[in-house]
């Protein structure tokens, strides 16, 4: 059973009337939750972010060349992207 979950979520911005906005910016949040008692921790996270971040926190939560690439991959055909790892 796992002690630890990390979640990576990105998602693009959107305006105030919720369509994806015109210049492709990006906010993102990195957790650590602590399965034991359930606190979450917040890692990092960004607002408005460009593309070139985002693949860099891709790259840095995956952790095989497969899976960075079909991280990266996913994030870009639907402009979000979700991934967990328990350890």
């Known amino acids: 059973m796992a002690d630890f979950r990390e979640e990576l979520y990105i998602e693009r911005c959107t305006d105030k009337f919720g ?13 650590k939750t602590d399965l034991a008692d359930g606190t979450v921790e917040i890692i990092d996270f960004g607002l408005e972010d460009s593309i070139d971040v985002i693949c860099k926190q891709i790259v840095g939560f995956e952790s095989t060349e497969q899976s960075i690439k079909l ?3 996913e994030f870009l055909k639907s402009d979000r992207y979700y991934n967990i790892y328990e350890y």
């Open 71 to 73: 991280g990266i991959r």
């Open 19 to 31: 369509k994806p906005s015109w210049f492709p910016l990006y906010s993102w949040c990195h957790t």
